[in-house]
């Protein structure tokens, strides 16, 4: 069964620009959520999506935004990026949510100059 | 104040040491998470429990939930068990611990 895929992995981005960052769950899962991570403020939980519906949200500003397609993919955007966009973006797939078992993907490490 | 503290932070064993890493928390659960984080970031799930106790290889995972207490030990450690290890909380979200880093030393 193939994991978690997170694209891309690493990505270098200018002030004010935006990104897109994707996540492709393990076949049949339904919940995809995603996590900031960054070495000041540990794992922060951003959104979870279940079934194309964003069903949690965490406490970051609208420039963070996600969606979930019908294939249960999902993507992350951030605008107009700030230099403490830098971290590392992961995101976990399960079935039903963090309450059953869940598998992270590799993450995407963003850089903001 | 964090729904999840663990302990301790940091932690250098020499290989073959039994090891414990403990986690506290506050709220109720549906279910505790330990993972495992090697540098380069990926996290790797090690176990999944609501109670009692699981075994995976040198892994062993217990919880008790009246004591709202749960540790993982690490058995006959070895250097690739260098790791950072969280534990978190299973509800609308993950609720993340700190982590405890790892170094197992030959």
């Known amino acids: 069964k193939a994991g978690v895929t997170q694209t891309p992995r690493y990505l270098i981005k200018t002030r004010g620009q935006q990104v897109t960052l994707s996540c492709s769950p393990i076949?049949?899962?339904?919940?995809v959520s995603w996590y900031q991570q960054t070495p000041g403020q540990g794992l922060q939980f951003l959104f979870e999506?279940?079934?194309?519906?964003?069903?949690n949200k965490g406490n970051f500003p609208g420039r963070f935004s996600g969606r979930q397609f019908s294939n249960s993919r999902s993507e992350m955007n951030v605008s107009t990026l700030e230099l403490g966009d830098s971290a590392l973006y992961l995101c976990?797939?399960?079935?039903?949510?963090?309450?059953?078992?869940?598998?992270f993907g590799q993450g995407t490490r963003l850089t903001v100059v | 104040k964090n729904e999840v503290e663990q302990s301790p932070q940091n932690l250098t064993a020499q290989e073959g040491e039994f090891i414990t890493i403990n986690c506290s928390y506050s709220v109720g659960i549906s279910a505790l998470h330990w993972l495992q984080q090697h540098p380069g970031g990926g996290i790797v799930s090690l176990f999944m429990?609501?109670?009692g106790k699981k075994k995976h290889g040198r892994l062993i995972a217990t919880i008790n939930i009246q004591e709202k207490h749960s540790s993982l030990h690490i058995t006959a450690s070895h250097p690739r068990d260098s790791a950072v290890y969280i534990c978190?909380?299973?509800?609308?979200?993950?609720?993340f611990g700190t982590g405890t880093s790892l170094t197992v030393i030959p």
């Open positions: 978190a909380l299973g509800g609308n979200q993950f609720y």
């Open positions: 429990l609501s109670s």
């Open positions: 999506y279940f079934s194309e519906t964003q069903r």
């Open positions: 076949s049949g899962h339904r919940s």
């Open positions: 976990a797939s399960s079935y039903q949510g963090a309450h059953t078992e869940a598998f």
